[in-house]
């Protein structure tokens, strides 16, 4: 045995092992002081965050919270990766997508970064004739090619593979996705009448001459768009490769061809532990499917940063979002990533926007050294725990879908559009309250910010599930007060009384101003309420003074003309006091009534 020299920095050496009943004791001491008498579990309870599908976030986790064996890097149940060396050799793919027939923007793309193209073609994109010119210049036999052509994909891989044979590309060389994914189609436009024939057509093409083109994509963006969770986003996948797998070994591929035909694209969101546990969780469900088919269990993944949580108002601050969102999709082990530009909900995104996204991915890569460690995450006693759980909850919601008759089944009831409508109503609950706060949007917004404007995208093909915003409703109210300030010259104003010191009112009158902003309502704090311009008010100071100014300045304010008095706090029994703001109450039920109140249609 090896004895180190005493440097003087003997680290815990001198210190006893500190036990989580010990832990548990003072938190139970932090809270008692705020109020809350807990102990022992129940105290580690009170600091748990609610997740969605049941799950729940504890404050700490130890090695005593077990999960299942992950295996190794390349190796079944492939939890840890889809191959041995995951990234590490040369990063992830780095994907753009293109919803015009922009050859200028597709070259800028892939001479400053960008190793693949995914090309949005037909309705939602542009035409198939567009495609040769689109791809003039681009070297295919080294640029994979991703289609995504919902009803015209047939045509579209058929103009495709005659570029290929046009410019020369051997057949081998060919890299990339047909695209074709008829429930996709179906989930996003209610449009059930998807032959299946020329897609298997497509399948066995792929498999007997083209060994680098997939033919088929399960893409749980129709079902992440529409609001659902990360478990059904995960049971909607499987659901939906189960049901191609039967498809197309009915059409006589073998079990191995049909599994290689298929590529898995996920979200990736903001929320990185959760995005990092649902790649993870997917590879492994899915190694479970193809164990039970009889197939090789790798799970080739296509990761893009969530639509969902992209937003109109302040879209510079996407660019953060999708940093995160993109990390959380390397260290989840994606194979591609696809960084959408930050002005990607307000219409075609300009080259800066689009420069941003690609070096998105190079900064991760090359100069984080993201992808040099294989599964980052593994080992973490809170992401193991995680991926497992998550994994039981897609596992669960995938059976409810079997026992519906499959996905096409599920689909057509409604199951499924009902069951991702109600896990977006509670979410819609909660960022109504601005337990989940949009920074820019519901916290912290920008009143005077310049407009970013774009060029109209083409429309995405709708008729199906529906596609939702996390920023939708305060998108309603602000354009409420937009329109409000070009009809008349001014916005919508609330005066903030602020009782007493600075100390005293700043907390609330911050509190409250970020509040009614988020509705497109201008705080006005300086001056009197007669020369504020505004009908309405707010006091702003501590309960203390509360109790002593709040009935005579509500009595003061309602002389001026006040139509309606607020009270920064928890509701009490002050005279003349309408309404109450406060943290946890319904910000968007509050702000819309106010702009009513206010004739701001």
Not at 122 to 145: I, K, N
Not at 355 to 369: C, Q
Not at 395 to 413: N, P
Request: charged residues 20%; aromatic residues 6%.
């Amino acid at each position: 045995m090896t004895v180190l020299p005493d440097d003087g920095l003997s680290l815990a050496a001198e210190f006893p092992d500190a036990t989580h009943e010990q832990w548990q004791r003072l938190v139970a001491g932090v809270l008692r002081k705020s109020g809350k008498e807990v102990s022992d579990d129940a105290a580690e309870d009170a600091l748990s965050t609610t997740l969605e599908d049941g799950l729940r976030a504890r404050p700490l986790y130890s090695a005593l919270d077990s999960a299942p064996d992950p295996g190794l890097p390349g190796f079944a149940p492939f939890t840890r990766g889809g191959r041995a060396e995951g990234n590490t050799l040369g990063g992830w793919d780095v994907r753009q997508r293109h919803t015009a027939a922009d050859n200028g923007a597709v070259l800028a793309d892939l001479e400053n970064g960008v190793a693949s193209l995914w090309l949005a073609v037909g309705a939602g994109g542009f035409p198939v004739s567009s495609l040769g010119p689109v791809l003039d210049g681009v070297y295919l036999g080294l640029a994979p090619v991703v289609l995504e052509a919902g009803r015209e994909v047939e045509p579209a891989a058929r103009e495709l593979l005659r570029l290929y044979e046009e410019r020369g590309v051997a057949r081998d060389a060919a890299r990339g996705n047909l695209g074709a994914d008829p429930l996709g189609h179906e989930a996003r436009t209610g449009d059930d009448g998807f032959d299946f024939a020329p897609v298997a057509a497509l399948a066995r093409l792929c498999a007997e001459e083209y060994p680098g083109l997939r033919a088929l994509t399960v893409d749980a963006l129709p079902y992440h768009e529409a609001g659902g969770s990360a478990a059904q986003e995960l049971g909607s996948s499987l659901a939906t490769g189960v049901a191609y797998l039967r498809e197309l070994t009915g059409a006589g591929l073998s079990v191995e061809q049909a599994a290689a035909q298929l590529e898995f694209r996920y979200a990736a969101t903001a929320d990185q532990f959760l995005t990092i546990a649902k790649l993870r969780a997917a590879r492994r469900l899915w190694a479970r499917v193809a164990e039970v088919c009889g197939a090789p269990g790798g799970q080739v993944q296509h990761a893009v940063t969530s639509p969902v949580m992209m937003s109109r108002r302040d879209p510079w601050v996407n660019m953060l979002r999708a940093t995160v969102a993109t990390l959380a999709a390397g260290a989840g082990g994606a194979e591609s990533v696809t960084v959408l530009p930050f002005d990607h909900a307000l219409g075609l995104p300009d080259a800066f926007a689009r420069r941003i996204a690609r070096n998105t991915s190079t900064i991760l890569v090359e100069e984080s050294h993201l992808a040099r460690v294989i599964d980052p995450a593994g080992g973490s006693w809170y992401v193991e725990r995680l991926t497992d759980e998550l994994a039981h909850a897609g596992w669960e919601f995938f059976q409810r879908i079997e026992q519906e008759g499959g996905q096409a089944a599920a689909l057509r009831s409604g199951r499924v559009g009902e069951e991702l409508a109600a896990t977006w109503a509670a979410r819609s609950a909660k960022l109504a309250k601005r337990r989940e706060p949009v920074t820019g949007v519901s916290e912290f917004p920008h009143l005077a910010e310049r407009t970013v404007a774009r060029e109209p995208a083409p429309e995405p093909p709708s008729g199906g599930l529906p596609r939702v915003r996390r920023d939708e409703a305060y998108e309603n109210l602000r354009a409420r007060s937009d329109a409000h300030l070009a009809a008349t010259g001014a916005r919508p104003r609330i005066f903030l009384a602020a009782l007493g010191p600075a100390a005293a009112h700043t907390a609330r009158l911050t509190f409250a101003s970020n509040l009614f902003q988020a509705g497109g309502i201008q705080p006005v704090t300086d001056g009197t309420f007669e020369d504020s311009g505004a009908t309405e008010a707010c006091l702003c100071s501590s309960d203390a003074l509360y109790e002593e100014q709040a009935a005579e300045v509500t009595a003061s304010l309602r002389s001026a003309g006040a139509a309606q008095v607020f009270l920064a706090g928890r509701p009490g029994q002050y005279p003349g006091v309408d309404a109450y703001v406060f943290a946890g109450c319904d910000a968007v039920a509050v702000l819309s009534a106010t702009l009513d109140r206010m004739g701001v249609s």
